[in-house]
């Protein structure tokens, strides 16, 4: 399996200022066709996880021009641009290269 | 609207098979570059990939869980179906189908919608 590896594990954040998070996999996740398979997934309290970025750097149906991502090869960053205090959870790097998805071991935001 | 739910039991004994049901709607598991799979997540814990059918049949697995999963489709009743075996308390979770699409634009596939799960516990 791939490992993805994220960090901070625990963000607390004043609403309005801006926040980061890190990811690193194990292996290249950029292929030839110039597409990064690195996903980026919210998991709000007592939901399911939903999908915020795909491909590293697209926002999802819906997801508010706060959320961003970038990065390439092996290391990618979330950055979300002021924190509102809905964006409260659980944020997920998720490798999609392989056919066995894995998952980073989630960054808790909360609102200081 | 691509909806999916979960159902099935929510207590299971240890060694026992549990059976999973993923209902789906707003798309057809007969349709070319249809997929669903299944992900669980232990209570605290991050989510693992369990497995993988596509429209025409083909099936994945994750390869630590293998010899214990099963995934099928009924496409008359647009439902799939997980069974795992030997059920052991470390299997408790919850247990999520994920509606997996094929994005035209992109060329690529995505775990796009999820269900809202439903929580197993297994245990004597």
């Known amino acids: 399996d791939m490992d993805m590896t994220q960090s901070p594990l625990s963000l607390p954040v004043t609403p309005g200022e801006p926040a980061s998070i890190s990811c690193r996999s194990s292996q290249n996740l950029l292929q030839s066709n110039g597409y990064n398979y690195l996903d980026w997934y919210l998991q709000k309290p007592g939901q399911s996880p939903q999908l915020l970025i795909y491909?590293?750097?697209n926002r999802a149906s819906g997801v508010p021009d706060r959320f961003s991502g970038s990065g390439s090869g092996t290391d990618f960053t979330l950055k979300i641009s002021r924190v509102e205090a809905e964006d409260v959870g659980i944020y997920y790097c998720m490798q999609a290269l392989q056919t066995s998805i894995t998952f980073g071991q989630g960054t808790r935001l909360e609102i200081k | 609207q691509i909806t999916l739910k979960e159902s099935g039991p929510t207590l299971v004994k240890p060694t026992q098979t549990l059976t999973l049901t993923c209902s789906c709607s707003?798309?057809?598991?007969?349709?070319?570059?249809?997929?669903v799979g299944w992900i669980r997540q232990p209570p605290g814990k991050a989510p693992e990939w369990l497995a993988l059918?596509?429209?025409?049949?083909?099936?994945r697995y994750s390869p630590s869980l293998e010899t214990r999963l099963t995934i099928t489709k009924d496409t008359s009743k647009n439902q799939v179906v997980l069974t795992m075996t030997n059920m052991d308390p470390v299997d408790t979770a919850t247990y999520y189908c994920?509606?997996?699409?094929?994005?035209?634009?992109?060329?690529?596939?995505?775990?796009?919608?999820w269900g809202q799960g439903t929580l197993v516990t297994v245990s004597s």
């Open positions: 491909l590293g750097s």
């Open positions: 707003g798309f057809s598991l007969s349709t070319r570059g249809e997929g």
């Open positions: 059918i596509y429209w025409d049949d083909d099936a």
């Open positions: 994920v509606h997996r699409g094929y994005d035209d634009i992109w060329k690529t596939y995505r775990y796009d919608y």
